[in-house]
Structures are given as structure tokens and as C-alpha cells.
């Protein structure tokens, strides 16, 4: 439907036809991850009919399968109704409503009316070339969030840079003849630029001196020219029809969401690193150009970034104008050579088309190499200083797969011996071959293999299993096709019966179920208690 529907409206949307090949991954993209998240959240319901004590999913089960899945309550219910199960909606509401609950409890905050203590109107933003800044406080008011008290000041002009465009907000202090104060976050709040502190000046007149923490806007700044040489690097080597989708710069990480249709590889992601390195190492000065006209920006090819609201006239921020020309309101370095080197850290899905990335510059990028390198050197004393790591690692992984192979063979084998000693001391009786044990077992495929391959045995068969698997208490139940048929036995109502003696809980198919518990010591009572129920108690 793409290439149709985007060759109908090409006059009305040329964006679409021009991105017709990048629309139609992103659908299948889109197709994909449901059906992978719809398998993760089949198998959630799978593991959780095993678990049931009885027919009903619980409330807090269905909301997990919501939020965490995005199963809606519907497709729970349908899946339930095929299983022969109910799930629990008035539950399932609660779960809704204690969430909403924590949502509003996170975003309420409570703040008192503005104190006036001079005269003024909208703050002087001075931080662009000041990191200092002398000024009067215009204004304040208490808040509190999250069960925290804290204090908004407004001063009449302030270095500090308020959170912004995925850049946080500047940190530092306030000083006055007085006390030294400082201010743990800074953020827009209808034209204002509101200072955090957790403490209110004693002296509330007068002049204060504010300072915005260098070090801190120094590594923040790196960190956000780097993303605007990163984007113009994406778009370089993914195609130009990678944009921004979300941002976060602080004086850490740089965390940048862009329109993609597939994980980047090891060499598209060297790529884009060389690309903004050797900008980096080209040192390019900064070209900063404030109150322009809009539309003259655009002209001038400035990229306008997602979920941004501009005004008629804006800043544009260039690192050569045939490389990098973004509207921004950020802070920037001088030079890109400031940034001193660049490197990724992570690249993820975040949705359906969004890819993630995630890096570091500076002293972020430094250390992080040092750790990497330190890795290196501990892997490389742990392999007794092989000449080569990489071979070494990969004989290692080797020899640990035929080590595992032949483990499992082993298993095998021990299965499959007490499969024929169970078999060889089972009772014949009233029609039943009777098989109820307490067995050790290395895992639990091991008692799922065991039961079935009794079940293709004896068409008869009535076998429990109390096992100890890996220190941990399970129980089987399994039918064989003629008890199964008689309907005289259920496996999984048997199953939940007899999980209550070592604490647990489980379910299954009217032949075959399973439980796992907590008290080891329960499997014996488990044994007993199977041989009342045959009649071989």
C-alpha cells in the first residue's frame, strides 16, 4: 500500500514519496516488534498457567502483561477464554488505578505564591558568554515535590542555563556578603529562569554574585556539540533521512534517538565515530548567529530538531556550514577541538524506527577507554598472556561448548538410566502402571524428557515425581493416554494439590503438569500423598 498510497499523494505530501522505501520498513519494523513482543508476552502466559492454584489469572498477572507487553486487557481475556481460563478485571482495574495514583503522586507539585523582592521583568540570559554573573533576586517562592522542600529564585540577569532542547539545567552557587548557596538545578518556567536551591537566602536584598559550575557546563557543552557532529555524521553515513527524535546532553553522556529502520552495524557505527573525530581534530570553529529570521535559517539548510518549538526569529549553531547547521539554544563549545575525542558507548531500539545512541566525549570518553583497556589487560592475565586475546578467548569459548556437549551427554545417559529404573520398579496395578518416586535431577528438561518418555511407554501410566532439581523441590504429574482418557485423573488439578507440600504452586494439561515450590523438605510428603490418591498409599 506504501508505494500507492505515497504515489496518490505526492503533490500533497512530497516527503512521502520521497521517503516511500524508508516508510515501508519502518512498517514492517513495526510488524516485526509486535510479533516479538506478542511471542514474549504468550510465553509470560504460559509460565503463569503453569503457576495457577486455579483458573483465574490475577489482576496484578493481567496488568503485568499490560505494562510490561502492552497486552490490552482484551487480548489477555481472549487468550485466557481459549486457555479455559478467567482473568480478573475488577483486579486488573486496581492495578490501573494504583499506577495512575503513582503518576499523579510523581508529577503533583506544590508551590506557594511569588514573593516579590525587587522590581523587574524577564531575566537577562547572560550565559552564553559569562559564566559569572553580579545581580539582584527578583522573586521567590517555596515548592515541594516528592515530599521535598525546595526554594525557586529569580534573578533579575543569571549565567545559569536553564534546562532546555535535552540540555539539563546549570548547577553552581549563589554568594552573597552573607552565605554561600547552592543551586542544584535551573529550568524555564513561563519565560522565567528558575534557580533550585534547598535552602532561601537569609539576606534577601542586595547583590549576589552567581556562579555557574565550570567544570560541569564545560564536559555539558562537549557533550552537545559532539551530538550536533554526530547527527550531521548519522545523516552522512545512514542516509538523509535519519532526523533527531529525542535528546538528553548533561555533563556525563550524550544520549541522542534518531528515525532508523535497523540496528547500526559495527562498521556504520566506526564510521560515524572516525566522521566526528576527525571533526573534532579539524578543530572548527564555532559559528554562532542569533536572532534570525526563520525562515532565513531554513534557507540556510538549519536542520529544525523534533519537538521543538521555534519562534519567528532563532539561533543557529554552525560547525561548517557544508557539514553541520542546526537551530539550537544550547551552550557550545568555541571549537570542536574543545570536545577532544568521541566515542559510542551503546546503540539500542528504543520503538519501531527510533534507534538509540548513546556516547561519551572528553573525560567521559577518556575514562571509558582506560576501563576498556584495563578489561583488556585483566583478560589478558586471566588467559596466562596469550600473544593473541582474540584466538585465545575463541579457543576458550570452544572448549567450553564441548565441555557443556559432553555434560549433557552425561546427563543423557544418567536420564536415560533412570528412566529404565523407573520403569523396571513401577507397579502394576488395577489397570495402572503406578510410578511415584523422589528423584535428583540436574535440571528440569531433564523431568520433562523423563515423564514423557514414560507417557510413550505405558499408555497406563500414573507417574509422580518429587524431584530435587538443581536444590530446588518440583513435582510432575503425568498421565498416559488410557488414564488420560478415562478422565478418573487430572494432572493439572493433582499438580496444585500436591504443590502445597513443598509451598509452591503449578498447573498443566489434563495429562501432563508441573509445580515448583520452596521446602525441600516437602518432596517425601509429596510421595505420600501421590500413593493415597492411587490408592497405594
Known amino acids: 500500500l506504501v508505494p500507492l498510497l505515497a504515489d496518490q499523494l505526492k503533490e500533497v505530501f512530497p516527503e512521502l514519496y520521497q521517503q516511500r522505501e524508508y516508510v515501508t520498513r519502518v512498517i514492517i519494523e513495526e510488524e516485526q516488534s509486535f510479533l516479538r513482543t506478542l511471542e514474549k508476552g504468550l510465553k509470560r502466559i504460559e509460565n503463569i498457567e503453569t503457576g495457577l492454584t486455579n483458573k483465574t489469572i490475577g489482576g496484578e498477572l493481567a496488568f503485568e502483561l499490560y505494562d510490561t507487553f502492552g497486552f490490552p486487557f482484551d487480548l489477555t481475556s481472549l487468550i485466557a477464554r481459549e486457555k479455559g481460563l478467567t482473568v480478573d478485571e475488577q483486579g486488573f482495574k486496581k492495578e490501573m488505578e494504583k499506577q495512575k495514583a503513582r503518576s499523579k503522586a510523581d508529577a503533583v507539585k506544590e508551590t506557594g505564591d511569588w514573593i516579590a523582592v525587587n522590581e523587574g521583568e524577564k531575566p537577562e540570559f547572560v ?20 515530599n521535598k522542600e525546595l526554594y525557586q529564585l529569580v534573578f533579575e540577569r543569571t549565567p545559569f542555563y536553564a534546562e532546555s532542547g535535552g540540555q539539563v539545567g546549570d548547577t553552581g552557587l549563589i554568594e552573597s556578603d552573607a552565605e554561600k548557596i547552592k543551586i542544584i538545578d535551573t529550568k524555564k518556567e513561563n519565560e522565567l529562569i528558575v534557580h533550585y536551591t534547598d535552602k532561601l537566602p537569609v539576606k534577601l536584598e542586595g547583590i549576589f554574585n552567581l556562579k555557574v559550575d565550570a567544570y560541569k557546563r564545560q564536559l555539558t557543552m562537549d557533550n552537545h556539540s559532539a551530538t550536533h557532529l554526530m547527527h550531521a555524521a548519522l545523516r552522512q553515513v545512514l542516509g538523509s533521512h535519519v532526523e533527531q527524535r529525542g535528546s538528553l546532553v548533561n555533563e556525563k553522556i550524550l544520549r541522542f534517538d534518531f528515525s532508523h529502520f535497523a540496528a547500526m552495524t559495527d562498521d556504520e557505527i566506526s564510521k560515524v565515530e572516525d566522521l566526528v573525530n576527525k571533526k573534532i581534530r579539524e578543530n572548527i570553529r564555532l559559528n554562532e548567529q542569533r536572532n534570525v529570521p526563520i525562515e532565513e535559517a531554513k534557507g540556510m539548510g538549519a536542520m529544525a530538531l523534533f519537538g521543538e518549538k521555534y519562534g519567528d526569529y532563532v539561533r543557529v549553531i554552525t560547525f561548517d556550514p557544508k557539514y553541520s547547521v542546526e537551530l539550537c539554544g544550547g551552550t557550545h563549545v568555541t571549537a570542536t577541538g574543545q570536545i577532544g575525542l568521541f566515542k559510542i558507548i551503546a546503540e539500542s531500539s528504543v520503538a519501531a524506527g527510533i534507534r538509540r545512541i548513546e556516547a561519551v566525549t572528553a573525560d567521559g570518553a577518556e575514562a571509558h577507554i582506560n576501563n576498556e583497556i584495563k578489561l583488556l589487560q585483566d583478560i589478558r592475565m586471566l588467559l596466562k598472556n596469550p600473544k593473541d586475546i ?59 524428557n523423563i515423564a514423557y518418555a514414560l507417557r510413550n511407554q505405558f499408555e497406563n501410566l500414573f507417574m509422580v515425581l518429587a524431584a530435587n532439581v538443581d536444590g530446588k523441590p518440583q513435582v510432575a504429574v503425568m498421565l498416559g493416554a488410557e488414564v488420560e482418557a478415562s478422565k478418573k485423573f487430572h494432572a493439572g488439578e493433582m499438580v496444585k494439590i500436591l504443590a502445597a507440600e513443598i509451598s509452591g504452586g503449578g498447573g498443566g494439561q489434563p495429562f501432563f503438569a508441573t509445580a515448583g515450590g520452596k521446602n525441600l523438605n516437602g518432596l517425601d510428603a509429596v510421595v505420600k500423598k501421590a500413593r493415597e490418591m492411587v490408592g497405594n498409599g
Not at 550565559?127 to 516528592?146: D, I
Not at 565441555?403 to 551427554?409: I, R
Not at 538410566?417 to 523422589?438: C, F, H
Open 127 to 146: 550565559g552564553y558568554e559569562n559564566l559569572t554573573a553580579s545581580s539582584r533576586l527578583l522573586r521567590y517562592r517555596k515548592v515541594k515535590q516528592k
Open 390 to 448: 582474540a584466538a585465545a578467548t575463541k579457543n576458550l569459548l570452544e572448549e567450553k561448548h564441548n565441555l557443556e556437549k559432553k555434560l549433557e551427554e552425561v546427563f543423557q545417559q544418567q536420564a536415560n538410566q533412570l528412566k529404565d529404573n523407573l520403569a523396571a520398579r513401577g507397579v502394576s496395578s488395577n489397570g495402572l502402571m503406578t510410578i511415584i518416586e523422589k528423584v535428583e535431577l540436574p535440571n528440569a528438561d531433564a523431568l520433562k
